[in-house]
């Protein structure tokens, strides 16, 4: 799509011209095609099967053709539970597919698909990705939107292929029981969006030629196909760009273009999608009488973000568990030990895998839960298994017991390795999952959602676990058809079933994260008995309804599964920070420091950091650089300050079983500011300037043994515009300038080699200028930049 070319005579609109009339922008914003199909009415489209994976029996994938609900052999099934499995239908014109509708059963049935996903697209062979949902285990239809824009081209598609991920059962084969594609069909309304979407391939295979001839330096071939088409290879400013830079040599007018781009906010994109980076500080503080938090795991941590304040209590130092409860100033960078032991206070006992958090409202820490050890051989005491719940006021220094059994009183029974968080608008504290600890419980009980009413003190139960309520018996399991696998569906004891959306799959050493900006709380990973979860759910508190995300993150780019991992969430960025330590692998479970984030509206994973080095050789030089991998740590987060803080944890050392960690660090994620992106600007243009300085000098000084004017004026231009630039916490870049400095880069044999392959100078320098282009290309906006990929790569070998 050819550009607008900017307004001359405004410095500003040299990037962006907005100054068009908004009753001209309006009319133009009514006659353009994706205006059009947005407002235009939605059909069904009528469609064929063209391929499947498999097929269980008699489910052919030819009757999610017909919407027969009570039916119950009116469905696909795959014949297998593997992520291959899929179905793909043809629509009998390509046209605009807007919305896929899913029917289901007239019950709940653990075949339907808890995550899928869509693709679509004109070649069976080249689809891309249109929808990653989950279906709601009930019998109410389900409509989801279809991508089918992309920067506002339309494109249409004929194939969609179905791609199951997760069923409500666990292990059954995938089920679809009706699909409906809606879209547009309208025949005058297709034959634009056809138009348009052939031009479009026209316009970026004309771009790829024009990219393909600059690159290779047959600028008059270039020039020929531009002025013949009248197609722009990229915004105007990126080609004065490449005309200043790579053609002409004139780094200074290189300079003024991106200082321009910089004040335009040009690469503000960038900034914002760019990769973190962490930067770890450890810790060094104490009380005044020089004590700190002694080595412990399975501690609690909360904050006070207002007073820049962290509470610490309790814990299992590798021997015995402990109940000392600290507090860190942040600002003052000193411990304060608020008591040796708090049930002197009326507090809770030593305890660990307890959970702790702080409501900013109350100025209060409410505390919950604590493991026992099982010991068979000796005669359990009931008033152990009370699961005691406390408050600490902060601003009174006391504690109170709010219940001496929250199970008596509507709560969850004494649970440990489970999560709490406080909704601090609503006045709601939530608990969710852990191990059940109980006289008569299972050895593998998993507790349910609860929330607790802070100012009734009232607590309800959301969400069963999914073993809570008994299944059937054997004999009223016998007396129902095995042909139908709904029967595995948890039932009251009289035998009705419990609807799946009252349920959830409970689990131990999972995360819970609260967004109380938008009313929402976040649920993934954990173990539940010897399965490790990777799942993502997001409840939201005003709906009362759990939403499947996925069922498994790392098969989205995502982490391994882990336990005990420790989050935090950025409500503003809309990010969940995850610190991992003791990762599932296979042949061996593996503690390493991990850190991700993942983005909420992307639905993307970012790996921060990874380190799983136990040498050691290696930490006794690292040991002030990054901490330690460990597990069952503690971590939160400052939102006002990006920081995060992370004490103690379990090293896994197994040549010490009763080592734990007392290291205190705190890790702030950054990204690039358009500063410091203008700066790497420069600096590779001004690189590029000393290579060529570099290069006269050479070719001037001759057999004099005298330093040329030509050398002196290089040097001052690395003393003076070079030197300053450079970012010495960059290894590369450093390592890149230290090579300048010792004209490196042009040794004879590196010189020997280029003119061997170059005939001339010229083309050299044509070559290393176009590298330097395409690099400073990574910070400007796609729209705005030459098309990706090659030409060469659009040749196929039939």
Known sequence: ??????????????????????????????????????????????????????????????????????????????????????????????????????????????????????????????????????????????????????????????????????????????????????????????????????????????????????QKNMMDVYQTLKNKTGIEIEHPSIAKLHQSLVIEGNFEQAERIIADADSDNVFNSFAENAM???????????????????????????????????????????????????????????WKLLSSDTSIQGGPSARSCHTMCFDPIRKSIYV?????????????DPAAYESEFYQYYT?????????????????????????????????????????????????SSYSGFYSFDIDKNVWKTLRYDVSHIPVPSASLRDQISSLDPVVSRARTPSGTYIPTSQTIKSRSGHSML?????????????????????????????????????????????????????????????????????????????????FWVYNIKNNTWEEVFSNDDHDTVYWNGMKLNEPYPRYTHQMVYNPNTNAHFIFGGHPGDVTDLYRRLDDFWELRLTKPNSGQIMRRCLYLIRTRKLHELCKQAEQMSGTSNQVSSDTLYALQYLRKYVTPLVNEDSKEELNHFKKLCAHLCLSEDNNVLKKDFYKTTQELYFSERTTVFQSLLEFFPTSMKEPKGTLVDAVKIS
């Open 1 to 214: 799509m050819t550009l607008r070319q900017p307004n001359n005579t405004d410095k500003k609109s040299l990037f962006f011209n907005t100054n068009k009339p908004k009753s001209t922008l309006n009319t133009m914003k009514e006659q353009t095609l994706p205006f059009l199909i947005t407002h235009a009415p939605h059909e069904a489209l009528t469609y064929a099967i063209y391929d499947q994976s498999s097929q269980s029996g008699s489910y052919h994938p030819r009757n999610i053709c017909v919407n027969e609900p009570t039916e119950q052999s009116s469905r696909w099934s795959s014949g297998s539970h593997d992520q291959s499995q899929f179905i793909t239908i043809k629509l009998d014109k390509p046209a605009v597919a807007c919305e896929i509708l899913f029917g289901k059963f007239h019950r709940s049935h653990v075949c339907n698909l808890k995550e899928f996903k869509v693709f679509g697209g004109l070649d069976p062979l080249n689809m891309k990705e249109l929808l990653h949902k989950g279906l709601t285990d009930d019998n109410k239809v389900e409509s989801f939107p279809l991508v089918y824009m992309s920067n506002d081209l339309i494109f249409p598609i004929q194939y969609i292929k179905i791609v199951p991920l997760a069923t409500f059962g666990a292990k059954f084969n995938y089920s679809i029981w009706y699909v409906e594609i809606r879209g547009i069909k309208d025949e005058e309304l297709m034959s634009k969006v056809y138009d348009a979407y052939t031009a479009y391939k026209e316009m970026e295979t004309i771009r790829l030629c024009l990219k393909h001839f600059r």
């Open 276 to 334: 973190y980076t962490p930067s770890w500080q450890k810790i060094d503080a104490s009380n005044d009488d020089g004590d700190s938090p002694c080595a412990r795991g399975g501690h609690q941590l909360c904050i006070d973000t207002d007073r820049e304040k962290i509470y610490l209590l309790g814990g299992w130092d590798g021997k015995v568990e402990l109940s000392d409860f600290w507090c860190y100033h942040i600002k003052e960078n000193r």
């Open 368 to 380: 919950l839960g604590r493991y026992i050890e099982l010991r068979p051989t000796t005669t359990p």
């Open 395 to 443: 601003e009174l220094d006391r504690w109170v017991q709010i219940s001496e059994s929250t199970k008596i009183d509507g709560g969850p029974p004494l649970l440990f390795h489970h999560e709490m968080c406080v909704d601090p608008i609503g006045r709601m504290l939530y608990v969710f999952g852990g191990r059940v600890l109980a006289l008569e419980s299972a050895p």
């Open 514 to 594: 609260l967004d109380s900006k938008n009313r929402k709380i976040y649920i993934f990973g954990g173990q539940r008995a010897k399965e490790c979860l990777k799942d993502l759910y997001c409840y939201s508190i005003e709906q009362d309804k759990m939403t499947s995300i996925t069922q498994d993150f790392s098969k989205n780019i995502g982490p391994e599964s882990g336990y005990t991992q420790r989050a935090a969430i950025d409500v503003e960025r809309q990010e969940l920070h995850i610190s991992l330590g003791f990762l599932q692998s296979k042949p061996t479970n593996i503690v390493r420091n991990c």
